[in-house]
Structures are given as C-alpha cells and as structure tokens.
C-alpha cells in the first residue's frame, strides 16, 4: 500500500505541497476535500500553537485504513473566537466522515466543543488533552436529527482512549444558562464504542455520558473527579454524575461499565437512568470492578456510588468496591423522571463501606436481588426501602465492622489478609469477571473476594477480551432477537392484509 506522510507547521505555507520540506501551514488546509491527503496517509502536525477550526472533509476507507492527524510534538490548538460558537461545533470537528484517527493534540479556550465527530465512523481520538472548554471536551453526536428513535443513532464504531478532558462547560454558571451544553464526554447515538482510559476532571456538569441509543460497548478504566462543580449544586440542578448511561429518547443497552475510579465529585458516581421513558429504555448494563469513593453532597443530592432509576432494567452490580459515599446504592423508579419501575437488578459481591447518609435505598422497584455483599454497620439498616417494591431478595449479605483495606486514608481500598471480605463472595460469577481492576485472577483462594480487588498473588494476568467477547455475543443475542420480531411483525402484517 502506497501511503504518504505530510506535514504541517507554524513557518509553512498553504501553497506549498505539505511535504517536510514544504509544509502546509494551517492543520485545516491539510483537511480539505482538495488536499493530497489519501486513506492510509498521515498528516504530522509539527510543535506550536495554531488557532483555527479544523474541519474534517474526507474520510479514510476499511481498505486503505485510517487518515492519522496527529501532533508531532507539542501541538495547541485554539478557537479562533472563544466567545461566538454554534452548537456541535469544535476546534476539529466533522460531518458524516470516517476512517480518522485524531492523537495528541492540546486544545483549549474552546466556545464549544474541543473535539465534535458528527454522524461519524470508525473514528479514533486519542491522547488529546482538552482545557476549558465552553461545552465537551470531546463529543460524538447526530449532525442534525434529535426527534429520537433509531434514526437518532447516527454514528458507529467510535473510541475515545487515553485522553485528558479538563474543566469542560467552563462558562457554564447554571440553570438558564444556553452555554456549556453536553457533558465533559459525551457519547450520543453511538452503536459500538469503547470510552477507555481517560482522565475526566473539573468539569460543571456530568463528566462521561454515553446516551440517547448508545449500545454495544464499554466505558472502562477511566478516571473521573471533581466534576458537576455546579450541576450537583442548587445553582445548578443538584445533579451530575460522574458516569451517566442515559436512555433519552432511542433504547440505550448492552454496556460495559468496569474498572474506573470515580471520586471526590460533587453529585453522585455512577448512574443508570432514562431521562425520556416511553422514547425508548434502558437494559442490559453490566457495573463491575469499579472503585467509587468520595462522592456526592449530603441534603443536596443523593450522592449515590451507584444509582439506577427508571424504566431501566436487566442490570448486574458485580465486585465493585464503594466507600464514603453520601449513599452507596440507590435503586429507585420514582425519581423526577417518569416511567416504568426499576426491573432485575442484581447486586452481588459488592463492598459498600462507610457511607455518610445511609447504606442504601429501594424504591418503585421489582425483581432485586442482593447477594453476597458486605455492608460497614455505621447504620441501623443494611438498606431502606421507600413504597412499591416488590420482590427484594437477600441471600448471605455481611455486616461488619471494619472492611480491613490496605489504606483507607490513603484511598487504597485492596483488601488485607485478614478482611471479612477475603473468600466470601459467591463463586457463581460471570464469565466477564474472570478479572479484578488490577487485571489479576479471580478466586486465587477458596472463593471469590468481594469488591474490586481479588487478594493475594497471581500469575495470571487477565485482560478484556473475555469482557469483549460477552459484550460481542450480546449484541450478536440482540440482533438475532431483533430480526425474529421483524420477521413476526411482518407475518402479522401479511396475516392482516390477506385474512
């Protein structure tokens, strides 16, 4: 394959040819549907500050590969007018374009977003560091339609990885507010993505959101603090969660949510909710391995670990390990968003230590189970339960009165070897746990420890692919479920038109 590298640089110039020795001098130029730039090529954007939009206006292709835009040293990019923006917008973005791979970029003082990919596929933004920017850090969204359903879900096979996205909606002061839309992160109509190794701080509002038809991917290893400043405040709307899978108008399901560290945010950690029921639902979400301390505003919030509100259902809560929280589990159908009750959740072999308000919350829920959990005894009950709940089942769950962590105050929440929750998990875990947040085997002793991290030592590493492979087979499952409905609805259509 014939592919070619050009170059960019502060001292070019945009009649040159953009090769080393003639660069271009504006990363847009390089872009443009009329530049040499092929599938397969890369564009090196050489060390200094550029302010311009860049719009993208080609695409790579499955055959020759990916177009890499990528810094070549230290690269920053700014808006060319901070304070006059549209929504969508950013510094690079595009429309209805694929096959790129955007690496290493700085780009801060934004009016929108840092990076917006729009009806996009098979896109690649990594190692960028986005800094006050006035809405997203980094966005994946519809070009033009939001009246919901599948022809919401726009874009396809998308991943954000090992990015920086710092004081995102920096302009934004509250409600009333029209700036700084969207959240830090935001994955929006999305089928197949991987949101994986980010850092996520100081944002006003929610930091990662996958939303509004996002299916079949995972949001893992990230880290996430400080964010909602103002969204989990009064000023704002007393919420904001750190990780926020989000129905809203299209069905929003199988998603991996592993092995992030989420702390020290002013509103709640991880949340599972459908903002719009009835436009679509929420299911078959799958929370494990992740390490969720620190978080929420007790009387202003509900500072929840992990929350999972309504119309939602089919979810399993496995292994994570939560600790000072305002709450460290609310399952509650009845929030400030209408729609049918929480359904099957299962929260199995989970640590919820030392939470400042209360262990737990049930309401407008059925079918829930609570399994092998280990609870800190700082409150008079395990959990509470609020009205319409039904079917709550509770099979050898602990109460104790220290967890035994390596380092509480230190936030090192690996276990001791004298921890109650050392071999007292249940064995009957997934198939995707076969791994703890360190990579390492599951039931290295007599049984699966509870929480995140699996006690004593191990040669065995275990990566993602088992994670990757569930996740493959679900929606694989889903596909072939939804075509047999296709199939039946057709029949029936048939069967009306001719009987």
């Given at each position: 394959m014939d592919t070619q590298t050009y170059y960019v640089s502060p001292d070019g110039s945009d009649e040159n040819p953009g090769t080393k020795a003639e660069p271009w001098k504006t990363v847009?130029?390089?872009?443009?549907?009329?530049?040499?730039?092929?599938?397969?090529?890369?564009?090196?954007?050489?060390?200094?500050?550029?302010?311009?939009?860049?719009?993208?206006?080609?695409s790579g292709n499955e055959e020759l590969g990916h177009i890499t835009l990528k810094a070549d040293g230290d690269v920053t990019l700014r808006d060319p007018d901070p304070n006059v923006g549209d929504f969508r917008e950013g510094v690079i973005q595009s429309a209805n374009q694929g096959h790129w791979i955007i690496d290493g970029f700085r780009i801060e003082n934004t009016s929108w977003a840092g990076i917006s990919l729009r009806d996009a596929n098979n896109m690649i933004v990594q190692n960028n560091h986005t800094f006050e920017t006035g809405a997203s850090g980094i966005i994946v969204l519809p070009e033009s339609y939001y009246e919901g359903g599948e022809a919401e879900v726009t874009s396809k096979d998308i991943k954000v990885i090992d990015n920086k996205i710092e004081r995102a909606n920096w302009r934004w002061t509250g409600l009333g507010d029209t700036r700084g839309t969207q959240e830090a992160l935001s994955i929006w109509g999305v089928d197949g993505f991987e949101v994986a190794n980010n850092i996520v701080k100081e944002g006003t509002r929610e930091g990662i959101d996958v939303k509004t038809g996002s299916r079949n991917g995972s949001i893992h290893n990230n880290t996430v603090t400080e964010v909602a400043k103002i969204g989990g405040t009064p000023k704002g709307y007393n919420g904001g969660p750190a990780i926020y899978v989000d129905g809203n108008r299209a069905?929003?399901?199988n998603i991996d949510v592993y092995s992030n560290k989420v702390y020290g945010n002013t509103s709640?950690?991880?949340?599972?909710?459908?903002?719009?029921p009835g436009a679509g639902d929420v299911r078959d979400i799958r929370v494990f391995n992740n390490v969720v301390y620190d978080n929420g505003t007790q009387g202003v919030n509900s500072g929840a670990g992990i929350m999972v509100g309504s119309n939602v259902r089919d979810v399993e809560i496995t292994n994570n390990t939560l600790s000072g929280n305002v709450q460290s589990f609310v399952i509650d159908g009845s929030d400030f968003f209408e729609g049918d009750k929480v359904s099957n959740v299962v929260l199995r072999n989970n640590i919820f230590a030392d939470a400042g308000y209360r262990n737990g919350f049930i309401e407008d829920a059925e079918d829930i189970v609570l399994d092998n959990n280990l609870f800190t005894d700082g409150a008079e009950k395990l959990f509470e339960t609020g009205d319409g709940t039904k079917n709550i089942e509770e099979t050898n769950n602990l109460e104790v009165?220290?967890?035994?962590?390596?380092?509480?105050?230190?936030?090192?929440?690996?276990?001791?070897?004298?921890?109650?929750?050392?071999?007292?998990?249940?064995?009957?875990?997934?198939?995707?746990?076969?791994?703890?947040?360190d990579s390492k085997q599951r039931k290295i002793g007599k049984a699966v420890d509870m929480g995140s991290f699996e006690f004593g030592k191990s040669d065995a590493t275990i990566d993602d692919k088992s994670v990757k492979a569930y996740n493959k087979r679900r929606q694989e499952d889903s596909e072939k479920a939804r075509k047999s409905q296709d199939s039946s609805d057709e029949e029936i259509v048939l069967r009306n038109k001719f009987f």
């Amino acid at each position: 394959m014939d592919t070619q590298t050009y170059y960019v640089s502060p001292d070019g110039s945009d009649e040159n040819p953009g090769t080393k020795a003639e660069p271009w001098k504006t990363v847009n130029r390089a872009v443009q549907k009329d530049s040499a730039v092929k599938a397969g090529d890369t564009i090196l954007v050489q060390p200094g500050t550029y302010t311009e939009l860049i719009t993208l206006e080609k695409s790579g292709n499955e055959e020759l590969g990916h177009i890499t835009l990528k810094a070549d040293g230290d690269v920053t990019l700014r808006d060319p007018d901070p304070n006059v923006g549209d929504f969508r917008e950013g510094v690079i973005q595009s429309a209805n374009q694929g096959h790129w791979i955007i690496d290493g970029f700085r780009i801060e003082n934004t009016s929108w977003a840092g990076i917006s990919l729009r009806d996009a596929n098979n896109m690649i933004v990594q190692n960028n560091h986005t800094f006050e920017t006035g809405a997203s850090g980094i966005i994946v969204l519809p070009e033009s339609y939001y009246e919901g359903g599948e022809a919401e879900v726009t874009s396809k096979d998308i991943k954000v990885i090992d990015n920086k996205i710092e004081r995102a909606n920096w302009r934004w002061t509250g409600l009333g507010d029209t700036r700084g839309t969207q959240e830090a992160l935001s994955i929006w109509g999305v089928d197949g993505f991987e949101v994986a190794n980010n850092i996520v701080k100081e944002g006003t509002r929610e930091g990662i959101d996958v939303k509004t038809g996002s299916r079949n991917g995972s949001i893992h290893n990230n880290t996430v603090t400080e964010v909602a400043k103002i969204g989990g405040t009064p000023k704002g709307y007393n919420g904001g969660p750190a990780i926020y899978v989000d129905g809203n108008r299209a069905d929003t399901f199988n998603i991996d949510v592993y092995s992030n560290k989420v702390y020290g945010n002013t509103s709640e950690g991880i949340v599972i909710n459908d903002e719009e029921p009835g436009a679509g639902d929420v299911r078959d979400i799958r929370v494990f391995n992740n390490v969720v301390y620190d978080n929420g505003t007790q009387g202003v919030n509900s500072g929840a670990g992990i929350m999972v509100g309504s119309n939602v259902r089919d979810v399993e809560i496995t292994n994570n390990t939560l600790s000072g929280n305002v709450q460290s589990f609310v399952i509650d159908g009845s929030d400030f968003f209408e729609g049918d009750k929480v359904s099957n959740v299962v929260l199995r072999n989970n640590i919820f230590a030392d939470a400042g308000y209360r262990n737990g919350f049930i309401e407008d829920a059925e079918d829930i189970v609570l399994d092998n959990n280990l609870f800190t005894d700082g409150a008079e009950k395990l959990f509470e339960t609020g009205d319409g709940t039904k079917n709550i089942e509770e099979t050898n769950n602990l109460e104790v009165k220290s967890v035994g962590f390596s380092d509480a105050k230190a936030k090192d929440y690996h276990l001791t070897s004298d921890s109650p929750a050392v071999d007292a998990g249940t064995n009957g875990i997934p198939e995707y746990l076969k791994g703890d947040a360190d990579s390492k085997q599951r039931k290295i002793g007599k049984a699966v420890d509870m929480g995140s991290f699996e006690f004593g030592k191990s040669d065995a590493t275990i990566d993602d692919k088992s994670v990757k492979a569930y996740n493959k087979r679900r929606q694989e499952d889903s596909e072939k479920a939804r075509k047999s409905q296709d199939s039946s609805d057709e029949e029936i259509v048939l069967r009306n038109k001719f009987f």
